[in-house]
């Protein structure tokens, strides 16, 4: 069935189909600190400067939600997946066993590496196989990053069943060490009453709907948990570093009573801290924040998600309006603490001048094509030659945002609708509202190869809303 005929019975369905109201179950709200610095992948090797960790992807049973069960696909047994943490220069090398029942890889989302060890669906790794990726984290692209399995037309479904974790690099010198430091996997999902994962048939009423929509969970998890506590003492600052790890959902982020310090996005920190009333976070975007711990001992808060519209009428969730609550800020008893000077300069960005770029690219996204075009795997649809700078001129235009993504290379936005990016930034997703154009720059000046470009909407990637970047080589004395 082809992406429209698809569109038109989903809108039709969704008549009969009532979406979940969004009712999270109990909640557990231990104040549990360990929660918000989560296990590390252990570095096995005593060499400098190298970062040598084992993964295995394999079935597991855990309990997800209070009082159930759940069948899912862990990373090392845990959901989230233990994150990664190398320092810029480091060695990684990445020893791999896929003991799922399917092919899988593991693509490292956001960093800069050879194109064979990128985990695109062009290096499948067949189940009970074995796979070491290695590859140098360059200076410079320290930020936060994440990992998870990028087999064709099977990522939204392994993602969904638990395959996800966060990769940090760090920079020789951060700005903010000294800040304490807080990681937030924000992820949503979705369970049939005996606790299984709900993952509908694609030809059923809600299968038709996640296909437009992008797959949407009524229970909402920060690393795993729901609804859990992060203590604050009154005065304290904090480094949240955010992954939005969900397969379709949007967050838009805001604590009440307050306003946060935006340092940094995909590619790592900002020029200078930024601030902002709350923040919205496409799916596989991420964010550094400072929150300030401005409420008086002994109160409490929350990180709430506020409402967001990035949907089609004709499937936008009934409740798509109601806020939800997804982390309690819990302030201690102590006093307050001194005010923390917070550096204005963080780091310099070089600048990707426009005047340089070599040719500009068109893209358009409609409902599950680019160019009018659904992916094919044996189909090239940019080439460019290595060392090129081009600007990509991205065009929504259909009813609902699509997240475009570009693998490998970190770009700079330039204008979104026309709009000149008011600050610089290293990007590698870039939410494109409906009806609205976003151009960036970006520069191949690296690592031939065929790389992937896609909505991150999994199930918009999945049913072929992606395309193919090839880089050539230069010719010898060209
Ligand atoms: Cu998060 Cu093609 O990647
Ligand atoms: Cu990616
Ligand atoms: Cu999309």
Redesign the pocket.
């Known amino acids: 069935m082809s992406w429209k005929a698809t569109t038109c019975l989903a809108i039709a369905s969704v008549l009969a189909f009532a979406p979940p109201k969004s009712s999270a179950p109990a909640s557990r709200t231990d104040a549990d600190d360990s929660l918000f610095t989560p296990p590390l992948l252990k570095n096995v090797s005593t060499a400098p400067r190298t970062v040598e960790v084992n993964i295995v992807a394999a079935p597991a049973r855990l309990s997800l939600v209070p009082g159930k069960s759940t069948e899912v696909y862990a990373y090392n047994g845990q959901v989230p997946g233990p994150t990664l943490e190398v320092h810029e220069g480091d060695k990684v090398i990445i020893h791999f066993l896929n003991k799922l029942p399917e092919a899988t890889t593991i693509?490292w989302?956001g960093i800069h590496l050879p194109a064979k060890q990128d985990g695109s669906p062009f290096d499948p790794i067949p189940p009970g196989k074995s796979h070491d990726y290695t590859f140098t984290v360059f200076p410079g692209t320290a930020g936060t990053f994440w990992y998870?399995p990028?087999l064709d037309q099977r990522t939204g479904f392994q993602i969904e069943k638990g395959l996800y974790g966060a990769f940090i690099v760090r920079p020789a010198e951060d700005p903010l060490s000294g800040i304490p430091e807080k990681l937030l996997i924000l992820s949503d999902n979705r369970f049939q009453p005996d606790g299984s994962i709900d993952l509908p048939k694609r030809e059923s009423p809600a299968g038709e709907v996640d296909e437009v929509n992008g797959r949407e969970g009524n229970v909402l998890f920060v690393n795993g948990r729901v609804l859990p506590t992060i203590r604050i003492r009154s005065g304290e600052v904090q480094r949240w570093r955010i992954v939005n790890a969900s397969a379709a959902r949007v967050y838009k982020l805001g604590i009440t009573g307050q306003t946060l310090l935006h340092v940094g996005t995909d590619g790592g920190l900002f020029e200078r801290p930024i601030e902002v009333k709350d923040i919205t976070l496409a799916n596989?975007e991420r964010v550094e924040l400072l929150v300030r711990g401005t409420g008086a001992p002994g109160s409490s808060a929350a990180l709430t998600m506020l409402p967001y519209d990035r949907y089609v009428p004709q499937t936008r969730p009934d409740d798509w309006r109601a806020l939800h609550d997804l982390l309690k800020l819990k302030y201690s008893d102590e006093a307050p603490l001194p005010p923390v000077a917070i550096p204005q300069t963080l780091r310099h960005i070089p600048v990707l001048d426009t005047t340089k770029s070599t040719a500009t690219r068109y893209i358009s996204l409609s409902q599950g094509l680019i160019n009018g075009k659904m992916m094919d795997m044996n189909r090239i649809d940019v080439t460019v030659p290595l060392g090129a700078t081009e600007i990509w001129e991205i065009e929504n235009i259909v009813g609902m945002d699509h997240p475009f993504?570009l693998?490998g290379f970190q770009f700079q936005v330039i204008d979104r609708n026309g709009v000149p990016e008011p600050f610089r930034s290293w990007k590698d997703v870039v939410n494109v509202p409906k009806h609205e154009t976003v151009r960036f720059i970006v520069r191949y000046d690296d690592f031939p190869g065929k790389w992937?470009f896609?909505c991150?909407i999994l199930d918009h990637e999945d049913h072929g809303m992606m395309g193919i970047l090839e880089i050539k080589p230069r010719k010898r004395g060209s």
């Open positions: 693509h989302h998870h990028h596989s993504h693998h992937m896609h991150h």
